[in-house]
């Protein structure tokens, strides 16, 4: 018994740590820790004391492995408990006041009961020591592994401890809820508030094969102060049951659900159901339980093989996405097709009727790198606020429905033979009824090897110093008012490529300025065709100041109230039943049988004043009057003839 008392006052100097707090999404920046190997105490000694003879305020040392024989032990006010490679199991330690306990002896056959808490802040988390089952295994083990994991957050949280370390596990958790669960993200593995989730680049989480068309793997739900870093997380795309028939795209490796000031950092997710990171709000907007997710970062994160988005965001506001990288989202694989939307990053808020369900707004991605998604990389279907800068994409950008969205300093470059012939870098808006859609700015963008650089559509909006290169069309204009085009550089040495063009059947442009903008292109600097062509039409626009060089003759047909000045034009132009428009002020240089302007047919009320029209070898006319025209004003031109 001496030995003991002895013992237990050598240790009395021993100090445990006190609680360190999370407050909001703060990264710590601390590099990657080794995995430690898990304790062997099968060649520990047994202890000779059962601390029932322990004092108040005393330090007890545990090198040994104490098997407390399913009695309870309680302990008095103050003791602390400390672990020197030892092991306490089978019973219970009742601590009376202010007990503190090393989280190394914890294990699922000690129980803890009375006023204790943890000596540190942090507790590592062996799956051994806890029951987790590792690798394959049958529907009720991973059940219980979910429910093992998710008790022993709480149960940390509980003893005053904020950080979850997990350096080593490989383990499947059952978390789809057929039976009907009315939030799905309840039956995921759930990580409480105030609370640090770090995981290791050894720390699988895989989710259970299923066949339920909504589950959850791992979720932030309804929660604040939350950091979960690193791990692999593995959706069960290609062991998944879809034999119903449905889409079954909802199934997300990580669920945000109403949370705020919550960190994602350094996770890896591959193979999701659906999404692999999903940003959603808890009730609708006319809900009074109303929880949208607030204040979210998500960073340094891989996305790889999700079969329907990388993140998908319906409701949140104050998000910032960077630094992230995303790889093959929604492509097909062996034994899985991908599932619509098929993007890197999809902002989408759903509301109809007039009535809003979602809200998403104040939305930063920017520094990600993506490569290989189906159809879009970063795509703003509806919401507004959103900032889109500084990314290293293959696929387009775009936006359907948003405002005061700003889409800059991103590097497009077409990837696949479709990107080149067929699609179009930044989609400015991609739907000419679409009424939501304005005062929004595309700049700094380099976009290169697209069938079409920029398409812009609708109103209010600015597309400036951006570089198209090797675009077989560079920007086009698709039924826009209120917007300028200005100061962007376009070089393409494709075959037939054009500078800057109407989309085919424009109904209007209107109080549109295209100016300053460098053109270098093999066909033709612009084509204007179809654009306020109905009868009566008022609607006018301005392209002025631009340089352009081309091999051949622009287009200018069938349209109505342009305003074409001060332009350099390489190749001349063509004008097929224009009205109501003036060209004047610009110099027009061409080369060998391509006339400087070239007036076809069916051309009423132009103008083509104080232009200067260099010929270069060849015979053709500075201005040629072909036939059918009617109140032309030609007058002032300068003609030179090489």
């Known amino acids: 018994m001496k030995k003991i008392f002895l013992l237990i006052f050598c240790t009395l100097s021993i100090i445990s740590c006190s609680k360190d707090t999370i407050s909001g999404p703060v990264i710590e ?64 330690l009742n601590f009376t006041e202010n007990g503190k306990i090393d989280g190394d002896l914890l294990n699922k056959n000690l129980t803890l009961k009375g006023k204790v808490q943890l000596t540190k802040n942090e507790f590592e988390f062996i799956p051994k020591k806890w029951g987790i089952v590792e690798g394959k295994v049958n529907d009720e083990i991973a059940r219980n592994n979910r429910d ?54 050894n720390t699988h989480l895989r989710m259970q094969p299923n066949s339920y068309k909504r589950p959850d793997l791992l979720a932030a739900h309804r929660v604040t102060n939350v950091i979960i870093e690193g791990g692999i997380l593995h959706g069960d795309r290609d062991e998944h049951d879809y034999s119903d ?51 979210i970062l998500i960073t340094g994160c891989k996305i790889i093989r999700s079969r329907r988005n990388g993140i998908g965001s319906g409701d949140g506001r104050n998000v910032l996405i960077e630094k992230n990288e995303f790889i093959d989202v929604g492509q097909n694989t062996d034994k899985s097709t991908g599932t619509p939307p098929r993007m890197a990053i999809d902002i989408e808020a759903h509301n109809r009727d007039g009535k809003i369900f979602q809200i998403a707004k104040d939305f930063t ?54 990107q080149r012939n067929n699609i179009i870098g930044i989609w400015a808006g991609s739907s000419t009824s679409e009424v939501t859609n304005y005062n929004n700015k595309i700049y700094n963008n380099t976009v290169n090897g697209y069938a079409v650089g920029i398409d812009i559509v609708n109103f209010d909006n600015e597309v400036y110093d951006n570089t198209v290169k090797n675009c077989r069309t560079g920007i086009v204009l698709n039924t826009l008012k209120d ?125 083509a004043i104080d232009n200067t029209i260099i010929i270069k070898k060849g015979r053709a006319q500075c201005v040629r009057d072909k036939e059918k025209n009617t109140n032309l004003t030609i007058s002032n031109n300068s003609c030179t003839q090489n």
């Not at 008790?151 to 904020?162: H, P, Q, R, T």
């Not at 490529?497 to 066909?523: F, Y």
């Open 245 to 295: 028939g449905k889409t079954h795209e909802w199934g997300h490796t990580l669920q945000l659900l109403g949370a705020t000031n919550t960190t994602i950092k350094n996770v890896t997710s591959m193979d999701a159901t659906g999404d692999g990171i999903t940003i959603s709000s808890y009730g609708h907007a006319f809900d009074p339980h109303y929880t949208p997710c607030d204040n």
């Open 483 to 607: 917007s300028k085009i200005y100061n962007n550089t376009i070089i393409s040495n494709r075959e037939r490529s054009a500078g800057i063009a109407s989309k085919p059947q424009t109904e209007t442009i209107n109080n549109v300025i295209v100016e300053d903008n460098n053109v270098e292109v093999v066909l033709q600097a612009f084509s204007f065709v179809e654009v306020n062509d109905k009868d009566g039409d008022t609607n006018t626009f301005e392209i002025k100041n631009n340089k352009t060089k081309a091999e051949k003759t622009s287009s200018f047909n069938f349209l109505s109230g342009i305003t074409f000045s001060k332009n350099e034009l390489g190749g001349g132009m063509r004008l097929v039943g224009a009205k109501n428009s003036e060209f004047s002020n610009n110099t027009i240089t061409t080369t060998g049988d391509i006339h400087g302007i070239d007036f076809s047919s069916l051309n009423d009320n132009i103008k």
């Open 29 to 92: 920046e601390t590099p990657e820790e080794p995995t430690p190997e898990e304790p062997d105490n099968t060649a520990i000694k047994n202890c000779g004391f059962d601390l029932s003879n322990v004092k108040e305020n005393e330090t007890v040392l545990i090198d040994c492995n104490l098997d407390l024989e399913g009695k309870t032990i309680n302990l008095p006010k103050g003791v602390t408990v400390q672990f020197d490679k030892g092991e306490i199991k089978n019973g219970t």
């Open 148 to 201: 093992i994991l998710e008790e022993n957050m709480f149960y940390i949280k509980d003893l005053g401890a904020s950080k979850f370390i997990i350096n080593k596990m490989d383990a499947y958790f059952k978390v789809d809820e057929p039976s009907g669960k009315p939030v799905p993200s309840l039956a995921a593995i759930n990580v409480p508030s105030d609370y640090h989730l770090k995981m290791s680049n």
């Open 365 to 418: 991605i920017r520094n990600n790198i993506e490569r290989g998604s189906v159809v879009m990389s970063f795509y703003i279907a509806s919401g507004y606020n959103i900032i889109i800068e500084d990314n290293n994409t293959e696929s387009p950008i775009s936006y359907f429905g948003t405002h005061n969205s700003i889409i800059r300093n991103n590097t497009i470059t077409a990837a696949t033979d479709r």
